[in-house]
């Protein structure tokens, strides 16, 4: 069982907020139900910080830096949990690195269609903007997005995961205009080791 960190402190917040605001009106058409597939994680908890009682992703490094800061369950509807990782553990708001698993209703579109959308919608919404892709195939997509606006400098990496009813979504965040080499690898290392149940 995963304690949810009292601070509450949420990363998410990187898309600009008319791009928010499309995505759950997608996600809320995709299905009403969500959230409802088997439990999808497939060993992604560093094994060493289950024993001491900390559940840290698996492949992130300095494991004792990062914290659990965000749980959130709405039963057949979506799962959220954030991790960051910490330069001060009395403020858990500052922090230099982000992982975060959204379970989430089934997005009504392919994921080459959902590049796409994003992809418009970064074009009308935040021009300064990237969003590059990594990896495209049937049932996933991995892209890389820079945001514009007041959310500064950071960069993210997402693993979305198109299942029947669900879509999963891991992201890894750096709070710099770009990541470092070592932090590529990294964060693509530990959005592979989350391993997904495909509804048939």
């Not at 990187?14 to 060993?43: D, Y």
């Not at 195939?137 to 007041?150: A, I, N, Q, R």
Request: aromatic share 8%.
């Amino acid at each position: 069982m995963i304690a949810e960190n009292p601070a509450n402190v949420n990363c998410r917040g990187c898309l600009p907020l008319p791009v928010i605001v499309v995505l759950l009106g997608l996600f809320a058409t995709g299905c009403s139900a969500g959230a409802t597939e088997p439990h999808p994680i497939a060993v992604p908890f560093h094994t060493e910080s289950l024993t001491k009682g900390r559940a840290v992703p698996a492949k992130l490094q300095n494991q004792e830096k990062w914290v659990l800061v965000d749980h959130q369950v709405v039963a057949g509807k979506f799962e959220r949990m954030t991790w960051h990782k910490l330069a001060d553990r009395d403020h858990p708001e500052k922090w230099s690195e982000s992982f975060e698993y959204d379970d989430m209703p089934r997005v009504p579109l392919s994921p080459r269609r959902f590049l796409d959308f994003e992809k418009q919608s970064y074009a009308k919404q935040c021009p300064s903007g990237t969003v590059t892709p990594i990896a495209v195939s049937d049932t996933e997509l991995t892209v890389e997005t820079k945001p514009c606006g007041p959310l500064g400098e950071q960069d993210e990496i997402d693993r979305f995961m198109f299942g029947k009813q669900d879509t999963f979504d891991v992201t890894y965040i750096v709070t710099a205009a770009e990541m470092i080499s070592a932090q590529r690898e990294q964060g693509l290392a530990a959005l592979a080791a989350w391993m997904f149940q495909q509804s048939k």
